[in-house]
């Protein structure tokens, strides 16, 4: 349970100059306000299945149905014990949702092409002075079941059950994997450039179907370049007869070390030519006008590991990357897209460094450096901050795309917390990845104290992962990973210290392809899974959403910075799912070398300690006011208390556990998203705005006016589509005091949203029709111009 004054809230949002604004009125968060007169909120936040503080102060809205729910009162006891979890996105009463574009709507030049699948970050570009009309760019980040059933194991008990490409899209892929299913499962990856407008009686924002410049950027742009190879990939420029399956020659390119001096070594032969971008997941639009995506899991389509020249070990047996000739080094960068110029060729911006990107944020001030944030979403990845040589003439000014063609790429060093108490924070600085930056890994049982202080044992032995390198550590090959952990670090780490990153990679260009280990080796802080980064519009302070805690095959985050586990048998212990933290520069223009950190918020139940009633944070955006939204990412497979599949096993939910206790995320149902004021009685409260359909994730959030545009990404999956099928269980629940409680939860096994929702919000009015990944604006039913 929190116990941040009201002050110390305002001081983490606005400064200290907020907090004095105040005054006397500042109020501790924990005392009690019975005599203190509460505003109410412009809405009626969504009731969610589990206990937040909100609602003992404000009415809120619990849906009953597809557009149909009742208010409830606010109340000291806001425990519910049943909930029935509705399949739809649904918004508070003052609000209305509607579907802008699905995955399969045909709305290009071309007939044969078609929206991608799994849509996630959106940017929205206008055209002229107003934000009526303009360009939206979509990710398309993956594809998963129930699109085809070739995306899943072969014991799978979801055999047999109805998929959803043929009916959407109009013909049926191949019965087993081949290229033309694995080309199509790359042309729903990338992106999609679509025309809006809501110049219309309506003022609902609808795709401009056909607009010359309406356009995809996919897994296979550029294919047709295969043919300038010489080995065996030079007849593979296609994957299928249909006219949007032939290769083209929208290729990519590179700028940065990596471009001149790891490309022209790829055995594809393509030097500085690159086919496709995919995995697209989060991004950042410039004040330029263009759009950076970031390809984030490319580790199982095309190779990760690389040797120290940069370039990959080889192509991974039965991957997309093998059939079709893709090489691992040129994937896993942050692209560069020009939604309004078609004529400007997208690029992989290298200096910005290789790895599982999420999202990029800006500062771009004239005068100054060109500053960007960014996060490795893996577990024990980094946060990341590159600063250009060059200088920002004008915000506005296109040229600033080529600011990114020089500077430094930086990875953050967390020092521990001064451990005041109630209070996460500490002083860090930032690595440059140089060639002549000294090697100082952090040790595992440094990384791995906390967690094995507290149970004698620590997950995965406390794993951080460096390159391997022919006599270094005992190895006798050249690329990859060594696992140094708290077992042989005593041996081994000591041959990865007192060096430079010069004794591992042979030029700058391999170490930012390889920025992950690199980094690992230059004595970067292993992180929680940094899923999205934002800038302060005003304050400049960076605020970064740590969505898991938990160590996994790919590193441990450090455990003297983020909650790694449960580290108690007592049903109210700290839970790992997360937090929010934020970055202080101490230079003014986040040039410098070192800054403050601290942690605001923490991922767990609100009757949790230090609980803040939301798990798994990952997008953020600022709205014109300066206030904080989110959306969660909890794992599919943990949503409500029930495992995938069509058995729908339940989870185990035990609050005396310790350790990895991931499973605790299944009392939070769906995904959500939620809304914290910076300013105001209601300061720093957590506050549900939305609940997502089932088993969805809400993505890519971005304002545009009174608008709030966002991507609802894979409604129902690994899940049967909805046949009317509902689960029930009892989940273990902790109340506001901490203490336990039962609820009896409801849920459709699988999905059908959008189809279920009415013809005039974009759906079908179909109650078991196919689950479709979409986007849609939420937007207030009577307008002041602002959303909220």
């Known amino acids: 349970m929190s116990t941040l004054s009201r002050r110390q809230v305002l001081i983490f949002f606005a400064g200290s100059a907020g907090a004095a ?45 597809i557009g149909q729910g009742q208010i409830l009162n606010a109340s000291t006891d806001v425990k519910l014990t049943s909930y029935n979890v509705i399949d739809d996105v649904v918004v508070p009463p003052e609000y209305e949702r509607y579907v802008i574009v699905s995955w399969g709507d045909r709305v290009f030049p071309n007939s044969d092409d078609y929206f991608g699948y799994n849509c996630d970050y959106t940017g929205f570009v206008p055209i002229g002075r107003t934000d009526d009309i303009g360009y939206l760019w979509v990710n398309h980040e993956y594809v998963s ?38 080309g199509e499962f790359l042309y729903n990856q990338g992106g999609s450039i679509i025309r809006v407008s809501r110049r219309n009686p309506e003022k609902r924002f609808t795709v401009v179907r056909g607009d010359a410049q309406n356009r995809r950027i996919h897994g296979l742009s550029g294919l047709a370049i295969n043919s300038q190879r010489d080995d065996e990939y030079k007849n593979i420029t296609s994957w299928g007869d249909r006219s949007h399956q032939k290769g083209d020659q929208n290729y990519l390119i590179g700028t940065g070390p990596a471009a001149t001096q790891v490309f022209n070594l790829s055995a594809d032969g393509l030097g500085n030519k690159i086919i496709g971008t995919a995995y697209n ?21 095309v190779q990760e590991a690389v040797k120290p020249d940069g370039t990959q070990t080889s192509y991974i047996d039965g991957s997309a990357g093998k059939i079709f000739g893709l090489v691992g080094e040129k994937y896993g960068w942050i692209v560069e897209i020009d939604p309004v110029n078609p004529n400007f060729r997208p690029r992989k911006q290298t200096w910005l460094g290789r790895f599982r990107h999420e999202n990029v944020a800006l500062r771009v001030e004239a005068g100054k450096p060109l500053v960007a944030y960014m996060g490795d979403d893996k577990r024990g990845g980094h946060t990341w901050k590159f600063v250009s040589a060059g200088i920002v003439s004008q915000p506005s000014s296109k040229s600033n795309s080529n600011l990114w063609e020089s500077g430094t790429l930086y990875v953050a060093r967390y020092n521990p917390p001064n451990n005041q108490k109630g209070v996460k924070k500490g002083t860090g600085k930032w690595i440059p990845l140089l060639l002549v930056t000294p090697t100082n890994p952090i040790p595992p049982s440094m990384i791995s104290s906390v967690e094995f202080d507290a149970l ?56 930012l392809s390889d920025a992950f280990l690199a980094a690992n080796l230059a004595g970067g802080t292993p992180t929680a899974r940094p899923e999205d980064i934002e800038v302060h519009p005003t304050t400049k302070e960076v605020f970064i959403a740590y969505t898991d805690g938990a160590p996994g095959s790919d590193g441990y985050p450090d455990s003297r910075i983020f909650q790694v586990a449960k580290l108690s048998t007592d049903v109210n212990a700290t839970q790992q799912s997360g937090g929010l933290y934020k970055i202080v520069e101490d230079s003014t223009d986040g040039t410098g ?18 609980g803040d009633g939301f798990a798994n944070v990952d997008n953020l955006v600022f709205d014109n006011k300066g206030n904080v939204w989110g959306v969660t990412d909890m794992s599919t497979d943990t949503h409500n208390g029930f495992n995938v599949g069509a058995t729908a096993t339940l989870n185990t939910i035990d609050h005396s556990a310790v350790g990895n206790v991931s499973n605790l995320t299944g009392v939070f149902g769906n995904n959500w998203l939620f809304y914290i004021p910076t300013s105001g009685t209601h300061a720093g409260k957590v506050v549900p705005f939305a609940h997502g359909a089932v088993r969805c994730e809400m993505t890519g959030p971005t304002f545009v006016g009174d608008t709030l545009i966002l991507s609802v990404q894979h409604p129902g999956e690994d899940c ?62 009577k307008s002041n111009g602002s959303f909220v």
């Open 21 to 65: 604004v105040l005054g006397d009125k500042i109020l501790n968060n924990v005392t009690s306000i019975a005599d203190a007169k509460i505003p109410q909120l412009s809405f009626s936040p969504v009731r969610l299945p589990h206990p937040v503080s909100i609602y003992q102060q404000q009415k809120s809205f619990l849906p009953t149905g």
């Open 593 to 610: 070398l070192t800054f403050h950190w601290e942690r605001f918020a923490q991922g767990g139940e609100a009757g949790s300690i230090d």
């Open 281 to 301: 997941c989060s991004g950042g639009t410039t004040p330029w006008g263009t759009i950076l995506s970031a390809e984030e899991n490319f580790q199982g389509s």
């Open 456 to 511: 004698g044992t620590a997950q995965r032995e406390g794993l951080l992962p460096l390159p391997k390198r022919n006599g270094i550590a005992g190895q006798t090959g050249d690329g990859g990973i060594f696992k140094c952990d708290r077992t042989n670090e005593a041996t081994a780490l000591p041959d990865y210290q007192n060096k430079k990153l010069s004794d591992f990679y042979a030029t700058q260009g391999a170490v």
């Open 720 to 781: 049967p589509i909805n046949d009317g099928t509902i689960l029930s269980r009892k989940i273990e629940m902790l109340n506001l005091n901490g203490t336990l409680f039962e609820q009896t939860r409801t849920v459709p096994r699988g999905s059908s949203w959008p189809s279920n929702i009415s013809t005039k919000d974009g759906g079908k009015n179909q109650p078991q029709g196919l689950p479709r990944p979409s986007v849609i604006a939420i937007s207030p039913k």
């Open 145 to 182: 079941y129930p699109f085809s059933d070739l995306l899943i194991g072969s014991s799978s008990d979801l055999k047999g059950f109805p998929t959803t490409f043929e009916s959407v899209i109009g013909w049926a892929l191949p019965s087993t994997k081949n290229l033309e299913a694995e």
